[in-house]
């Protein structure tokens, strides 16, 4: 084309010395391999810029470093290996990488009577730091799932309660007229409010693990709440969900004291910290709580 050199503006130094702590790039597309399956991603890829001197990092190394996810199914080590390449490529400029993928983990889900399935999207965030030698993996992962307040159940109660004193006051009960009055709207006055609500998990991971526990964190996750949101759903499914939210009342502190104790036991996992939330019918805002496991010490 011509012969002249291209202009390295990066590579100017600087007369002020001001390291920064995280240069890169955010939101870059890219294919990663979950379980053999091609999954589409966005990664937040960056370095530390310690040489305070140094105009600028090279943003395409860390690009072309992240072609190694595409090929190989995602594990800590791979995520090792990205990073480790990262500084590699900005040796002298660079003691910290940082890789964040952004992804959705489709999970095909039965229903609770009929045969039928279908699919459910849970948004998972991996995050890899390669700081000084020590390497890191975190795992954030949201789920949503249906809360009914045991609250406004009991209160609910109360009033069938009041209503059933109200029919039948001063009647002979009468087996046929009993089974009528429960069948008809007089007999449920009063519906207890549910929520659909949302649990957002944040794991510090054994960077040891050969693969990323994600089905078994989901899986354990949906078990302790019970009422996991359906994804197919005829009329048998809706009526086994109601009696599984019946027989599951929960305020948002039953749900992260349950979370709690089930993801503890989850190999791979150090530590953790949990966020529900129970977007309310009740009222516009939200119930929250939060809770979690040997997090001082990860
Ligand atoms: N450092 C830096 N580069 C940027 C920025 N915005 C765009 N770029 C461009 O990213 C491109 C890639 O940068 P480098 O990786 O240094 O490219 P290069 O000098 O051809 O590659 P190397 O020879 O490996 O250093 C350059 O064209 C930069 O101008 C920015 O904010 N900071």
Same mark, same amino acid.
């Given at each position: 084309?011509?012969?002249?050199?291209?202009?390295?503006?990066?590579?100017?130094?600087?007369?002020?010395?001001?390291?920064?702590?995280?240069?890169?790039?955010?939101?870059?597309?890219?294919?990663?391999?979950?379980?053999?399956?091609?999954?589409?991603?966005?990664?937040?890829?960056? $370095?530390?810029?310690?040489?305070?001197?140094?105009?600028?990092?090279?943003?395409?190394?860390?690009?072309?470093?992240?072609?190694?996810?595409?090929?190989?199914?995602?594990?800590?080590?791979?995520?090792?290996?990205?990073?480790?390449?990262?500084?590699?490529?900005?040796?002298?400029?660079?003691?910290?990488?940082?890789?964040?993928?952004?992804?959705?983990?489709?999970?095909?889900?039965?229903?609770? $009577?009929?045969?039928?399935?279908?699919?459910?999207?849970?948004?998972?965030?991996?995050?890899?730091?390669?700081?000084?030698?020590?390497?890191?993996?975190?795992?954030?992962?949201?789920?949503?799932? @249906?809360?009914?307040?045991?609250? @406004?159940?009991?209160?609910?109660?109360?009033?069938?309660?009041?209503?059933?004193?109200?029919?039948?006051?001063?009647?002979?009960?009468?087996?046929?007229?009993?089974?009528?009055?429960?069948? @008809?709207?007089?007999?449920? $006055?009063?519906?207890?409010?549910?929520?659909?609500?949302?649990?957002?998990? *944040?794991? *510090?991971?054994?960077?040891?693990?050969?693969?990323?526990?994600?089905?078994?964190?989901?899986?354990?996750?949906?078990?302790?709440?019970?009422?996991?949101?359906?994804?197919?759903?005829?009329?048998?499914?809706?009526?086994?969900?109601?009696?599984?939210?019946?027989?599951?009342?929960?305020?948002?502190?039953?749900?992260?004291?349950?979370?709690?104790?089930?993801?503890?036991?989850?190999?791979?996992?150090?530590?953790?910290?949990?966020?529900?939330?129970?977007?309310?019918?009740?009222?516009?805002?939200?119930? $929250?709580?939060?809770?979690?496991?040997?997090?001082? @010490?990860?």
């Amino acid at each position: 084309m011509n012969s002249l050199t291209l202009p390295d503006i990066a590579a100017e130094a600087l007369r002020d010395n001001v390291p920064l702590e995280w240069v890169g790039m955010q939101g870059i597309a890219l294919p990663i391999l979950l379980k053999g399956t091609a999954l589409s991603a966005k990664a937040d890829a960056g $370095v530390s810029l310690d040489d305070g001197e140094a105009r600028g990092i090279h943003m395409s190394r860390l690009y072309l470093a992240l072609d190694a996810l595409e090929q190989k199914e995602l594990s800590p080590s791979l995520l090792r290996r990205v990073l480790s390449q990262f500084l590699d490529s900005h040796e002298g400029l660079s003691s910290c990488a940082y890789l964040n993928l952004h992804t959705e983990l489709l999970l095909k889900r039965p229903a609770l $009577v009929s045969l039928l399935a279908g699919w459910k999207a849970y948004p998972v965030c991996i995050s890899a730091t390669l700081r000084r030698q020590m390497f890191h993996v975190e795992l954030k992962l949201e789920l949503p799932y @249906s809360s009914t307040c045991p609250c @406004s159940a009991a209160l609910a109660r109360q009033l069938i309660q009041q209503q059933f004193i109200d029919d039948f006051a001063n009647q002979a009960l009468q087996h046929a007229d009993v089974l009528a009055w429960l069948g @008809s709207s007089r007999g449920v $006055v009063a519906t207890p409010h549910s929520q659909r609500s949302t649990a957002q998990l *944040h794991f *510090h991971l054994d960077e040891s693990i050969d693969e990323l526990p994600l089905n078994a964190l989901i899986n354990a996750a949906e078990a302790a709440l019970g009422t996991a949101v359906q994804t197919a759903v005829k009329r048998a499914d809706e009526q086994a969900f109601a009696l599984a939210n019946g027989q599951n009342l929960m305020f948002c502190e039953d749900a992260a004291r349950r979370l709690n104790l089930a993801l503890r036991r989850i190999p791979g996992v150090n530590a953790f910290h949990l966020r529900v939330v129970h977007a309310e019918s009740l009222h516009a805002h939200d119930a $929250v709580a939060e809770s979690q496991w040997q997090r001082e @010490s990860a």
